[in-house]
């Protein structure tokens, strides 16, 4: 069953008046903001480190296949 708009809006505000987490209500708003804003989003230079950081890893051939990622999360959660 595909809601309509109205339908859509009136189940969230329902579903929003019943919440009593702070956080998911900062969360929530912080979603409706980031998808409604014209601003452009700018990027911690933290996070601009880190991608460097990463694609420098890549280019050096420090990688891992998604079969030993598997084995290795499989051994973690072994212990």
């Known amino acids: 069953m595909v809601m309509s708009t109205i339908e859509l809006k009136n189940k969230l505000k329902e579903k929003i008046e019943s919440l009593d987490e702070d956080?998911?209500?900062?969360y929530l708003m912080n979603i409706i903001?980031?998808?409604t804003s014209?601003?452009?989003f700018e990027m911690p230079e933290s996070h601009k480190k880190s991608i460097d950081k990463g694609?420098?890893?890549i280019k050096a051939g420090n990688t891992?296949?998604?079969?030993?990622?598997?084995k290795r999360v499989r051994q973690w959660s072994e212990k």
């Open 23 to 26: 956080y998911l209500l900062e």
């Open 33 to 35: 903001e980031t998808e």
């Open 64 to 70: 891992y296949t998604n079969e030993e990622v598997v």
């Open 55 to 57: 694609l420098a890893q």
């Open 38 to 40: 014209n601003e452009a």
